[in-house]
């Protein structure tokens, strides 16, 4: 019992077992202060003038003169409501009342009995050591209940300050994009050939700019919780996919082979989204001369692995991780982009609750990967 000291509010009115216990107290050698009171009232008001006791136990006789030693817990239903360990003693020891402490939020339940009386102080230590493990879980899940609350805050701020930056940043851009075309269109004659250039380079850094935080809202809407699950066929959804980019295809003189894909529960919007930006890639960062994206996917039953294959130009080993960042991107000019597709690709499929990597060679291609879950 070393090393084990507090106060004990003992609630009993047979003075008889007030010294038994006492005595197998004292027996052990522990440091137990024992605070013994004999009704309910008195334990309540004891209750409630040490709430700041560091360990205290609380040991109610069943039977009292005002009440039950269960009136204690208030009407809780586990120890964590009941606030400090109970445990319940009784002469007319049922199967009955031993459940109803328990329900009651009792930690345990001790018959009253010379022999039960005096292993009393080892009840006491076990229940104190499982006290210690509920608060320390307790404590634990106030912890974490604190954290996601902390991050689902930081969170909306974050898509609130994106999108108000987007929008707000939208106007003054809009008003340098307009005075800039009228320079062009009314004073281009009194400008030189050097200040014609720097014209246009600014209209350029311009529409690069509303380009880029077009990305920007985009990546703030993507897994709003409004946009709705919803079966979808991704046969047909490639073929929309095809469609919209027919003038890439066509451009590059491409080739887009889609297999036999399944139908699954997801977000339309954003499976698109993100199956435009992997083939448009594939075609784009793409030096052959029969430019080829090809679309699969394997069933694991917990997981669909889906893969976008091209036989582009490849990426350097050390790059894999970070052409997902944000505005990253390896061949700044020979290629139009803005570099945010990858990091909305991630971001969607990271949302709908899979991952997405890169498997590539310079040179030999690249393999665009993601997982979704099956539902089903
Ligand atoms: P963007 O296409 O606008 O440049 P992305 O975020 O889609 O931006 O891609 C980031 C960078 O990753 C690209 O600039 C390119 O360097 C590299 N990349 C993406 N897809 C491929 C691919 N299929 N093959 C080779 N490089 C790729």
């Given amino acids: 019992m070393e090393g084990v000291f507090g106060t004990i509010l003992l609630i009993e009115d047979e003075e008889s077992h007030v010294e038994l216990i006492r005595r197998a107290f004292e027996d052990t050698g522990s440091n137990w202060e024992i605070h013994r ?31 039950t030693g269960l009136d204690i817990a208030n009407g809780a239903k586990s120890p964590e409501e ?32 010379a022999e039960s009386l005096q292993e009393l102080p080892w009840t006491a230590e076990r229940v104190l050591r499982e006290w210690g493990h509920i608060t320390e879980r307790r404590k634990i899940e ?53 200040g014609r250039g720097y014209l246009n380079k600014i209209r350029e850094a311009v ?22 699950l919803e079966m979808v066929d991704l046969n047909e959804l490639l073929e929309e996919v095809k469609t919209d980019l027919s003038a890439r295809i066509a451009e590059r003189k ?15 919007v954003w499976m698109k989204e993100l199956f435009m930006n992997l083939i448009d890639n594939g075609l784009k960062f793409n030096k052959s001369a029969k430019p080829k994206v090809e679309i699969s996917y394997e069933n694991s039953g917990k997981n669909y692995l889906f893969r ?3 036989n582009g130009i490849g990426i350097e080993e050390r790059y894999l991780d970070r052409i997902f960042n944000l505005f990253e991107r390896l061949h700044t000019h020979e290629y139009d982009g803005t570099g945010a597709g990858l990091t909305i690709c991630k971001k969607i499929v990271e949302e709908l609750g899979g ?15 993601f997982t979704l879950p099956n539902y089903r």
Avoid at 39 to 56: C, M
Avoid at 254 to 268: A, N
Wanted: charged content about 30%; glycine content about 6%; some cysteine.
């Fill in 82 to 113: 009941v606030g400090f360990p109970l445990i319940i003693l009784t002469s007319h020891g049922s199967e009955q009342l031993a459940v109803r402490s328990l329900k009651s939020g009792a930690m345990d339940y001790v018959v009253k009995s």
């Fill in 37 to 67: 009171v004999v009704t309910v009232r008195e334990a309540l008001k004891w209750l409630g003038e040490n709430k700041s006791k560091q360990i205290f136990l609380v040991i109610a006789d069943y039977l009292l003169p005002d009440g």
């Fill in 142 to 194: 106030k912890e974490l209940e604190r954290y996601v609350k902390e991050l689902e805050q930081v969170n909306r701020d974050l898509k609130e300050f994106t999108s108000t930056v987007s929008h707000d940043l939208k106007a003054p851009l809009r008003t340098i994009q307009a005075f800039s075309t009228l320079l062009m269109e009314d004073y281009a004659d009194s400008l030189d050939e050097t």
């Fill in 308 to 310: 976008v294959r091209d």
């Fill in 355 to 369: 991952v997405i990597w890169v498997e590539s060679k310079p040179g030999k291609g690249s393999t665009f990967c």
């Fill in 254 to 268: 491409g080739e887009v082979v889609v297999g036999e894909l399944p139908t699954v529960t997801t977000q339309r």
């Fill in 207 to 228: 529409e690069r700019m509303s380009m880029q935080i077009e990305d920007l809202l985009k990546l703030s809407r993507v897994g709003r919780k409004y946009t709705e």
